[in-house]
Every structure is written in C-alpha cells, then in structure tokens.
C-alpha cells in the first residue's frame, strides 16, 4: 500500500481504528492527466543522465608541513550506490584560501576507486587549504556531486602556536517552516538553526518566541549543532520574533512572514509508516476545494505521484509504509495543478542502507612491528571490495572531517547546504541521531533538486565521461600509409594506417603514467622505419577546473598547537636528497636473456635474429618444421600434434594471450617475432595441454631496419598524463613519546585494502612510540554496503 487519505475527523479516532482502517485502502495513484504526464516526463528526462558522486578518505586533516596528504577516493554511481565503471580519470585538487590551485594532478580510477597523495611541501604555509576531487562528467549537473574537504596546514617554522579565530558575537538565526510556509490559523512547525560567524552551530542555546506585546509564548534550546523546532498557531494580527541571549548581548530576529492563505505541511513516523499532514485554513479551502494537487516522492532516480484533493475537511493525512519508500533520502513535493511546486519536505530512511560492521580485532607482535587483523561480516569476496585505513595515535587530534563515505553518498548531495558534522548521524546510530537527523532535514527546506531546473532545464551534456587520454594524428608529408604507435606502461603497440583521402588517425583509451612519452614510426617497403612527421591533438590536454563551488565549513575543532620544543619535530623534510651513486655493468646482455629464458621455461626455446627470420615465409613455415602437421589455405590455419595416431590441436599463445582461433595465425609473418617456446608436453596445461603448447612472443622494434639517417622515432610528449601511486611512508619524527607526536603524528596509511579469503583485513604497522593506536576505517563492498568507523586498539 502507497498512500492512503483520512480526513480530520477520521484521523481523531484511535490508533487502532486507523491502523484497521487505513488497511482497506489501495494503491492511490493519480490519473494520467496531462499535466501529471508532463510531470514525469520532465523528471525522467531530467535524472535519465546518469551521475557519479565522489567521496574521498584523507588520512588526517590537520597537517604538518614535510607530511604527505595521503587518500582513496571512491566513484560511485549516484543511483545504486555501487562503484562506478563509467569513468576512469579523475581530478584532484588543492586550493588555498583564494581559490588559488597550490596543487593538483590526475589519477587513475579502476573499480570506482583512485588512490593518491599530495606532498605538503615548501609551497604550503600555516593556513586553510581546500581538497577536491571530481570527475569531467559532474560538471554536467547542478547538484554538488564531486568532494570537497577543508583541511589544515601548520609550518612550525612560522609559528608555535595556532590562535584560534576570534568568533564574533553576531549570530545568525534562520526560521524555517516545515514545508515552506507559515499559515495563519493553523498549527505550524517551524524548524530553527543558529549559527556563529564561522558558520557553525550554536549548541544549546535558549531561543524565546514572543508576541507584539513582548510576551514569551515559547522556549526551547538548540542541540549540539544549534538546531531546534517549535509548534505554534499564528495569528493573522501579530508579530512574532525570536529573541537569544549570546556572549552577554540579547539579539533579535523577525520570525518571517506570516501567510494568510497557503498549505502547511508536517511529517511524523508511527509505526513503520510515515505520516504527512495537509493543512490549510477556511479562507484557503474556499479557494482550493476540489482542485487536484500532486505529491511525488522522489530520491533523484526514481518518482511515485499520488493525487492530494481537499473536499471539505482543512486537513488531508497520508499513511506511507516503509515499504513503499526509498532507502536513504525521500522528498516529498506538493506541486499544484500546472505543477508548481508548493511544499517541500525530506525525510531519510535508514532501512535498507546497508551498513558494514567490523568484529573484534586482533594483533601480534612481531619484533619491532605488529601485525593486526581486521576482520568485517558478510563480505562477498567475489564482488569488488575496497577499503582505506588511516592509522593514527590513539589521542590524535589530526583527524576531524565533517563527512563520512555514509553522509556524503547518502545526504550530502541531496541538501543545498553543508551539513556540520554529518557522520554523527550514520555513526553509531540510535533514536536520537534519527530524531536529530530529521530535524536537519525539517530546517534544510528544498532539496538540491530545483523543480524549475527539472522542468525547463534539463542537463547539458557539455562534458563526457572520460576513458584516458585521446589523440587525433595529423600526417604530415608521409610517403606511407602505415605508422606503428609503440608500448607504453599501460597500452600495447598498435599500427595505424592511413590513405590518400583520409591523412589522420585517432586513438582513444591511452593511459600513460608521469615521465611518458608517445613514440611513434613510419614504416616504408620491407618494412625501412623512418622517423614520421606527426601532429597530434590530445583530450584531455589539460586538469578542467571546477568552476562549480560550495561554500563549506573549516574544521570544527580549534587546533592548539605548541610543540614546546626548539628541536625538529621531523626528522627528514622535502629538501633532503639522497644522491645514489651510478652504477654500471657491463654484460653481454642478449646471451644472458637467452640463458634466463631456457632456465625458465618448459620445452625449447627458439630464439630469433634476422637471419633465422628470413629463413621462413611465414609462422606456418615454422612449426612444421618443429614436427608439426600444418594446413593453410584461404586464410585458414589448422595445426595438429600427432599422438598415439590420435590428430590434437596444440594450444597457442601471443604475447601470454590464449588464441582461441588459430585464423589469426594464418600467414603470420615473422618479422616481428622474438622467441618462440614450443613444449609438446603441455606442462602446465592440463588437458588442453595434450596437443602440446605453443608460444610466440614478439618485439616490434626489432622488425623495423634503420635508416641509418638518425633516429626512426618520432617521441611526443603527452600534455597530461596520470600520476602512478607511490607508497606512503610514514614522516620520520624526532620524539614518540611527546605530546606533538601523539595528538599530530602518523602511524600509517593503507589506501587500497581487500578482504582476505577469512574475512580479514590484516596488515602489518611499525608502532614506534608502542602506544595504544585508533583506525579510522572506510570502504565499500557488496555493491552497495558502506562501512565507516573508528576503532581503538589497545596494546597490553
């Protein structure tokens, strides 16, 4: 059951006369009027674009200069909340309080995961930076789906003490009715924030309600995060105002703006069901009775509708099951009957977001290390698992983000604002953190989606998903139609050819790492390389900025920071070198490539130089030679080993890569072949190994003769490129047992762990201080379970 309507008078009966009576109503969709099928047509145009959204794990947030600003992020489809397949390059960023780039490089994202680090070196000073990381495709959309941190760097250098900001005592009070709007006559809930000129929260602070004769009606206190709410009947010939005492001044703030005419809006959980409240008063009635409004429940991928028609009651109640709502985020929406949205309101689901749990740890000492197991339920090792793991001092204060993989994939993109300390409520989680979830959501208002984008603007699509880098090759003057593009870390060679139409050639899906190069040849008749004259346009050839910004709170906690101590606190800095002496050795190379080879491998070896090429027409040629029975006739190649009077085809490899048709082979030339291994035992193979095992590998180089005019290559450089992850290397500190060392040292960073086949998580750390230490563990696995959590671990 969706959605069932009770009157005033039916919703003042018990609760058991409702429960039995709301039982015997169905399904209550509207009817396909035009107006409601544009509705959806809008929606579904409109999120029918797939989105990614970003979460990134750092291992601090608090810097000292000389560390490494270590972290994963992941890429998850914004809809399943499974990790995303769609791209590969992602963007990372650090700016400073200017919005100036300090630092920025792209990475990339296998499995919706990309790992990477930033070095806090001579160009940082003490001060705030920002950390984002985003893909090409997110600029595409309003909503802020990419990541975005503040974190915080101290140079000791500059300074030994970090003063905290001076917070003015100015506050800043917003009044926000559930819904949208304040109706006279009515009952209203009116959800409240207060804020300090930081922009944070202002914990339990006592706010009065008064009339205009200055008489307080009600009081109530703000939470931790300045957030409260009230309930109150207005009344059309009043003024009402908010009055706060802070820091020894009384401040005070209008309400807003009363409405004489309007619908109200509250929603309210009993039993597994969700309960919203239409209300209006006599004036509005006489105006809108009869009339055919719409509510949608949506969560940005999928949408319900119901119709909501008000006969001659002045309050509407619908019962929504649990069941029929959406894991995580649903917005309700009143939209009337051209479709104009009225009233907003969300509500978040815990049920079905599914949430990771770890067990008891354990750990064993290993001379100077410890090696720690982690173990976490019901992980299916067959689907892709990925987690991160920042090891720090137990008393550490370095760590202190807003977020969590949980609030930034499952509300962050779903509100306007940024929520302070969103990991509080998906940590941990009881009633309370429910009920104070609900109230942030009351005083978020709309959502991020706006109704008048989703009708009149869907997105343009002006950014692609990005797969590596791409080219397009401009042939200058060649006197052939054939160039070959040689191998780099991530890609094979490829040959390209052209005609005398078309003079270009393009390739996609490049993914070359930091220090690479492209390298290209000409190849003339009897295959003479020569050095070509390209020219080539690469996409992306530059990290796109992100034009998009979101306003987002500093760190929470103040950093007090005084390491009473003339010393370096660190051992090693960005100016130490080491400088390696070059060493030489002189080998005849070639004989010992042999000599490895033979010694590696299982049958004959078969070695190739240019007068053992020119020695056969083709591979066919070849391998009958080696005792093996050999056809070839119109592009076909069949190949047998004679056994026991039985005929078996051989299995063949290229390059380590199983041919499933020897076609392929038909007339293979041998030009480019290096060393062959032909091993008619089949070791290794089992049963497909009966027929023998043959394996060819090639070199390109080595097919190509010198023109003796210089070099036959052509090298361009890539304008950009991807920079390979390095290992983290936990900073060298001059004292473990200091209290720098324990609320700011580093322990160890694991970026990309995977479970084990015990369900483990295991590592190995060097605790020097031999302290108790604390994880901070996040991840994803299942495709679509989260896990999020900090651990302390006691050493006895």
């Not at 959806?40 to 029918?48: A, E, G, L, R, T």
């Not at 890539?718 to 920079?723: H, V």
Request: charged share 20%; proline share 3%; glycine share 6%.
């Amino acid at each position: 059951m969706f959605l069932e309507i009770i009157s005033k008078a039916t919703a003042s009966k018990t609760c058991l006369f409702v429960f039995l009576l709301t039982l015997t109503f169905h399904l209550n969709f509207s009817q396909n009027s035009k107006n409601e099928e544009n509705l959806i047509n809008s929606y579904n145009k409109y999120f029918n674009t797939p989105r990614e959204v970003a979460y990134a794990h750092l291992n601090k947030s608090v810097y000292i200069k000389g560390e490494t600003l270590a972290f994963s992020v992941y890429i998850f489809e914004k809809s399943g909340k499974k990790p995303s397949q769609l791209t590969t390059n992602l963007y990372c960023s650090i700016t400073d309080d200017s919005g100036k780039v300090i630092k920025n490089k792209m990475l990339l994202a296998t499995d919706g995961l990309a790992t990477g680090s930033f070095f806090v070196d001579s160009l940082f000073t003490s001060g705030n930076y920002t950390f984002k990381a985003y893909t090409n495709w997110m600029k595409n959309f309003d909503e802020q789906n990419f990541y975005i941190q503040n974190i915080k760097v101290i140079d000791p250098e500059i300074e030994s003490n970090i003063v905290p900001k001076v917070i003015s005592s100015n506050l800043d009070a917003q009044f926000l009715p559930e819904g949208g709007h304040l109706l006279v006559d009515v009952k209203n809930t009116v959800g409240v924030v207060i804020k300090d000129s930081l922009g944070f929260g202002v914990p339990f602070i006592e706010v009065q309600i008064l009339n205009s004769k200055n008489e307080s009606i009600i009081t109530f206190n703000t939470n931790q995060f300045g957030i409260g709410k009230f309930i109150f009947t207005p009344n059309v010939d009043e003024i009402y105002k908010a009055v706060i005492d802070f820091e020894g001044s009384q401040q005070i703030f209008d309400i807003g703006l009363v409405e004489t005419r309007g619908i109200t809006l509250s929603l309210n959980e009993l039993n597994n069901k969700v309960i919203l409240s239409f209300v209006t008063n006599k004036n509005t009635l006489k105006l809108i009775q009869g009339k055919t409004y719409k509510l949608t429940i949506h969560n940005g991928n999928d949408i319900k509708v119901s119709e909501v028609i008000f006969t001659n009651n002045e309050e509407i109640l619908k019962f929504i099951n649990f069941d029929n709502l959406y894991p995580g985020i649903n917005i309700f929406t009143l939209l009337d009957e051209q479709n104009v949205p009225l009233l907003e309101r969300l509500f978040f689901k815990y049920e079905g977001v599914n949430l990771l749990e770890t067990g008891t740890i354990s750990y064993k000492k290993d001379q100077d290390s410890i090696v720690i197991s982690l173990p976490i339920k019901d992980i299916d090792i067959n689907q892709i698992n990925h987690f991160s793991v920042s090891i720090l001092p137990e008393e550490t204060k370095s760590y202190n983000p807003h977020h969590n993989i949980i609030s930034y994939i499952y509300l962050q993109p779903y509100v306007r604002g940024f929520v302070e300390n969103a990991q509080y409520y998906f940590t941990d989680v009881t009633r309370k953190k429910k009920y104070d979830l609900d109230n942030l959501l009351l005083a978020q208002g709309w959502s991020s989606y706006s109704w008048n984008t989703i009708f009149n603007n869907p997105p343009n699509i002006n950014f692609t998903f990005e797969n590596g880098i791409s080219f397009k090759a401009n042939v200058n003057a060649a006197k052939t139609d054939k160039f070959i593009l040689f191998p780099i870390s991530n890609n094979g060679l490829e040959m390209f050819n052209v005609n005398d139409t078309i003079k270009t050639f393009e390739k996609n899906g490049l993914y070359p790492i930091d220090g690479e190069a492209l390298k290209f040849s000409e190849v003339r008749k009897n295959n003479l390389a020569k050095k070509p004259g390209l020219y080539l346009q690469f996409s992306p050839s530059k990290i796109p900025d992100l034009e998009k910004y979101t306003k987002i709170l500093p760190l929470k906690e103040s950093v007090f920071f005084n390491p009473n101590t003339s010393q370096r606190l660190l051992e090693t800095s960005w100016t130490d070198f080491e400088q390696l002496d070059e060493i030489v050795i002189n080998v005849n190379k070639e004989k010992e490539r042999i000599e490895k080879l033979k010694n590696s491998s299982w049958g004959q070896v078969d070695v190739f130089d240019d007068r053992k090429r020119n020695m056969y027409i083709d591979f066919a040629s070849y391998i009958r030679t080696q005792g093996f029975t050999v056809s070839q006739f119109n592009g076909e190649l069949q190949i047998f080993s004679n056994r026991g009077g039985q005929r078996i085809q051989p299995t063949i490899y290229i390059d380590d890569r199983l041919l499933f048709d020897n076609d392929e082979l038909s007339y293979y030339q041998m030009d480019f072949v290096d060393y062959i291994i032909v091993d008619k035992s089949g070791h290794g193979e089992g049963l497909r190994g009966s027929g023998g095992v043959i394996k060819i590998y090639t070199d390109y180089k080595i097919g190509l003769k010198n023109n003796s005019y210089g070099s036959v290559f052509q090298d361009i450089e890539i304008p950009l490129t991807f920079t390979s992850p390095t290992k983290f290397y936990a900073p060298k500190y001059s004292f473990y047992q200091s209290t720098f060392y324990k609320e700011y040292g580093v322990i160890e960073w694991l970026p990309n762990m995977s479970i084990d086949e015990n369900g483990n998580i295991s590592f190995k750390i060097s605790n020097q201080s031999g302290s108790n230490i604390k994880l901070f563990i996040e991840g994803t696995a299942n495709n679509g379970s989260f896990i999020s959590e900090a651990k302390t671990v006691i050493f006895n």
